[in-house]
C-alpha cells in the first residue's frame, strides 16, 4: 500500500502538534496542592470582669485556659487580677474605648478625640489598675478601634 506524500506531511504536523500540545501542558502544569492539616487554636476570653468578687469560684472551676479582661478603676479591679493570677489564668486590661452609641461609659474611656498624652496617660493608669496584664482587649471601642490614630 502506497502512502502519498500529502498524507505523510499531515501525519507529521499532527504528530508535532500533539507533542507541542504535550509540552504546553507540561510547561503550565500546576504544581500538586499540598495535603496537610492544620491544627487550629481557640482562644477563650471572658471580659467585664472587675465589677464584683463573685465569679471567683467559678474561674477556679474552669480547667481549660482562658484569660480573664478586667476594666480597670473598679472596686474590685487589683484584687480580681490578683485573685486569678494566683489562680494560674491569664489577666488582660479591658481598656474602655470610644463606642459608637455612647451609653454607659466607664471612668477614663479612650475617645477619638483624646490628645496622644491622654491616651498614653489612661493607658498607663489603667494598666496600673489591672496588675499581671499580659494584654489589651477593646471594652465597647467600636469607634475607636476604627479610627488609626487612636490605635
Known sequence: MKISGYKI???VLLAIIVLQWLFILEKHK???VPSY????KIAIIIDDWGYSLHNLPVASQIKQ???AAILPNLPYSLRVA????EQGKEV???LPLEPREKYGLEKNTI???STK????KILNADLGSVKYAKGVTNHMGSRATEDQRVM
Open 111 to 113: 475617645f477619638t478625640a
Open 92 to 94: 488582660a486590661l479591658h
Open 30 to 32: 500546576r504544581p500538586p
Open 117 to 120: 498624652e491622654d491616651i498614653l
Open 9 to 11: 506531511i499531515i501525519a
Open 37 to 40: 492539616h492544620i491544627k487550629g
Open 82 to 85: 490578683e485573685a486569678l493570677q
Open 65 to 67: 485556659p482562658f484569660t
